[in-house]
T-cell receptor
């Protein structure tokens, strides 16, 4: 396992269509995060899983967004009825939990979404 | 809540010159601090992190950073840059809560190294 894998790398979609992205974390990691990065900005936290449980969601995650991690391994992020403002890079990251000691998050290469 | 300020959106520098990228943070709780680098159309790669202990942290590619608690800063430095260091650099913090370790990022600093 060489790292966090995201698919697809690029997605162009028409406004109003639904899209789904996949993230495969590093196999030993049970924490998985989704971030969104718009042009010229730093990544912003969207949501976080520990195993299959979605433990936190940002206010950025509107009701058109849904994330799942059904078996505690890979995760999907779906955007329904896409809008031009959804155009961004969607980054996935994974990490170990370590009790009270924070550990680094390893990032995938991202999925760049363009809504036309 | 946490916030991160990277005052310089762009830093131009000549090859082999030293560079400092500035980062200040605000938080009501103790935090861990990170610097990530992002090359065009790529994800983020960790350069270095401060969890505890020595305030001077050394990372990959010759970078280092110093944590200054009184000034709430975590500036990134390199004594001699290379063309290949041209990239976007992000400072980030994560709360020391023992639960979710989500990151809050700054807006990034574009390091442009020229000959």
């Amino acid at each position: 396992d060489t790292g966090v894998s995201q698919d697809p790398r690029h997605k162009i979609t028409k406004r109003g269509q639904n899209v789904t992205f996949r993230c495969d974390p590093i196999s030993e990691h049970n924490r998985l995060y989704w971030y969104r990065q718009t042009l010229g900005q730093g990544p912003e936290f969207l949501t976080y899983f520990q195993n299959e449980a979605q433990l936190e969601k940002s206010r950025l995650l509107s009701d058109r967004f849904s994330a799942e991690r059904p078996k505690g391994s890979f995760s999907t992020l779906e955007i329904q009825r896409t809008e031009q403002g959804d155009s961004a890079m969607y980054l996935c990251a994974s990490s170990f939990p370590s009790g009270r000691l924070n550990t680094e998050a390893f990032f995938g290469q991202g999925t760049r979404l363009t809504v036309v | 809540a946490q916030s991160v300020t990277q005052l310089d959106s762009q830093v131009p520098v000549f090859e082999e010159a030293p560079v400092e990228l500035r980062c200040n943070y605000s938080s009501s709780v103790s935090v861990y601090l990170f610097w990530y680098v992002q090359y065009p159309n790529q994800g983020l790669q960790l350069l270095l992190k401060y969890l505890s202990g020595s305030t001077l942290v050394k990372g990959i590619n010759g970078f280092e950073a110093e944590f200054n608690k009184s000034q709430t800063s975590f500036h990134l430095r390199k004594p001699s840059v290379h063309i290949s260091d041209t990239a976007e650099y992000f400072c980030a913090v994560s709360p020391y809560t023992g639960t979710a370790s989500k990151l809050t990022f700054g807006t990034g600093t574009r390091l442009q190294v020229t000959l």
